[in-house]
C-alpha cells in the first residue's frame, strides 16, 4: 500500500557546494547565537515597544510602580544581553557555556557598571589592572564584546584542558578562563571599542559641517551595523551636548530611518516567506522595529538572510540622506523611533522640517519593503511541489 502525501521541498537550482566565505560564516555564528533567544527576544521587544507607546500616549506614568514592573519585565534581556549571549555563544563555540556566561555577567556586572559611571566624573580614579589601565565601556546590551569574548574563552578553555589534570580540569580549566578571558576583555575590547566609536562621533561632527546631505546617508547605512558592533555609544555624548548647549540636535532624526527601515525589512520578511518559524519572528519584529527596538528584527530576521539587512541599509541611507537635505533636528533627547515625533516639532511651531521627517521615515520603510520583497530571495530557493510517497505494510 502506498500512501502519497504533496509536501514543499526546497529544492536549489542548481545544487552546488558553495565555499564558506568570511562573511557567511560570520552570519552563521550570529545567527546560531541568536536563534536560541528569538522568542523571548522577539517578546521583550514587543513589550518594551508598546510600553515606550502607552507612556508616550499618557497611557501610564513612568514613576508608577505598574511602569516600573514592566519595564523590567521588558528589559531585563536586553540590559543583561552578554549574560544571555555568552550562554548561547559557549554552545555554538563548543565550550563550557556556563563559564561564557559567567564572562557575560562580569561585563555588566554592577561594580563594572558603577565603575564606567565613574569614570565620566570629573574627579574620577582611574582603574588598574597589574599596573594597566582600563578604559570602561558600557556592556549592557552590547553584543560583540561578549561573542569575541566567549570565542577566546572557548579557544582558551580547549588548550587548557590539554594541560590540565584530568583529577582538576573541570575547576581549574574554568577558573583560568575566567582569569585571562575577563582582564583580557576589559583591558583590549574596552579601549578599543571606544576608541573606534569616539573616532566615528567625530568623524561625524565633520561630516555634517561638510555635507549634511551625505552625514544622513552614511549614518543612514551604517547605523545599525555600528549597533551590532557596539560602537553607538560614542554618539551618545554628542547628542546630549548638542541639546544642552545648542538647544537641538541634528544627528537622531538622520538615525531613525535606519532604524525603521529594518522594521519594514522585516516585514517585507513576512509577507513573502513560507518558512512559518520566520512568518511568526518576523511579524512582532516589525512592530517592536517601529517604536524603536530593532534586536529582533537585526538578530532573528534580517541579517541571517543577508538580503533584508542590506537593503534596510539602503532604504535608511535614502531616509536620512533625504532628513539631512533638510536640516531636521530634534529638540530634546529621544531614542530613534516613530515616537519621536513630538521631538521634531521646533519650538517655534510645526514647519516643512517635520513633514520631511515624516515622508523620509515613512519613504524608508516603504523602500525596505519593496526591496525585500522584489529582491530579498527571502526562502532562497525555489518552492515546489513535489510528492513523497511512503510505504506502509500490506495487510
Not at 119 to 147: E, K
Not at 365 to 391: C, D, P, R, W, Y
Request: with cysteine; proline share 6%.
Amino acid at each position: 500500500m502506498q500512501l502519497k502525501i504533496m509536501d514543499d521541498l526546497m529544492v536549489s537550482e542548481p545544487v552546488e557546494k558553495k565555499e564558506e566565505g568570511l562573511l557567511n560564516a560570520f552570519i552563521d555564528t550570529i545567527s546560531g547565537i541568536f536563534t536560541p533567544l528569538l522568542g523571548v527576544l522577539a517578546a521583550s521587544g514587543t513589550l518594551k515597544g508598546l510600553l515606550a507607546l502607552a507612556v508616550a500616549a499618557g497611557w501610564i506614568m513612568t514613576g508608577h510602580g505598574t511602569y516600573q514592573i514592566l519595564f523590567a519585565a521588558s528589559d531585563a534581556l536586553f540590559f543583561f544581553f552578554p549574560l544571555a549571549l555568552g550562554y548561547t555563544a559557549g554552545m555554538k563555540f563548543k565550550g563550557n557555556p556556563f563559564v561564557t556566561m559567567a564572562i557575560g555577567g562580569a561585563l555588566v556586572h554592577p561594580a563594572m557598571i558603577a565603575a564606567f559611571n565613574a569614570s565620566h566624573t570629573a574627579d574620577h580614579a582611574a582603574l588598574t589592572f597589574l599596573g594597566m589601565p582600563v578604559t570602561f565601556m558600557n556592556y549592557a546590551s552590547s553584543v560583540m564584546p561578549i561573542i569575541f569574548a566567549a570565542w577566546a574563552s572557548c579557544k582558551l578553555e580547549f588548550i587548557f584542558n590539554k594541560l590540565a589534570p584530568d583529577t582538576l580540569r573541570n575547576f581549574l580549566t574554568p577558573l583560568l578562563c575566567l582569569m585571562v578571558t575577563v582582564p583580557l576583555t576589559f583591558l583590549v575590547i574596552g579601549p578599543l571599542a571606544t576608541t573606534v566609536s569616539q573616532f566615528l562621533a567625530h568623524g561625524y561632527e565633520l561630516l555634517y559641517m561638510i555635507s549634511p546631505v551625505i552625514a544622513g546617508l552614511i549614518m543612514g547605512a551604517c547605523w545599525q551595523i555600528f549597533v551590532i558592533f557596539g560602537l553607538h555609544w560614542g554618539f551618545v555624548p554628542i547628542v546630549l551636548n548638542n541639546i544642552a548647549v545648542v538647544g537641538s540636535d541634528s544627528m537622531t532624526p538622520l538615525l531613525v530611518p535606519a532604524v525603521l527601515a529594518q522594521a519594514g525589512a522585516a516585514l517585507g520578511v513576512f509577507l513573502v516567506t513560507k518558512d512559518y518559524k520566520l512568518k511568526v519572528t518576523s511579524g512582532p519584529a516589525f512592530i517592536s522595529g517601529i517604536l524603536g527596538i530593532t534586536g529582533p528584527a537585526i538578530y532573528g530576521v534580517n541579517l541571517p538572510k543577508k538580503r533584508p539587512f542590506i537593503f534596510g541599509c539602503i532604504a535608511g541611507a535614502i531616509g536620512g540622506a533625504i532628513i539631512g537635505y533638510f536640516q531636521v533636528r530634534d529638540y530634546s533627547f529621544a531614542l530613534p523611533s516613530i515616537l519621536i515625533v513630538p521631538q521634531i516639532i521646533p519650538p517655534t511651531g510645526i514647519d516643512i522640517t517635520l513633514w520631511v521627517f515624516v515622508f523620509a521615515s515613512c519613504l524608508s520603510i516603504v523602500l525596505a519593503i519593496l526591496l525585500t520583497v522584489l529582491f530579498g530571495q527571502v526562502n532562497g530557493k525555489n518552492v515546489v511541489s513535489k510528492e513523497v510517497v511512503l510505504h506502509t505494510p500490506e495487510k
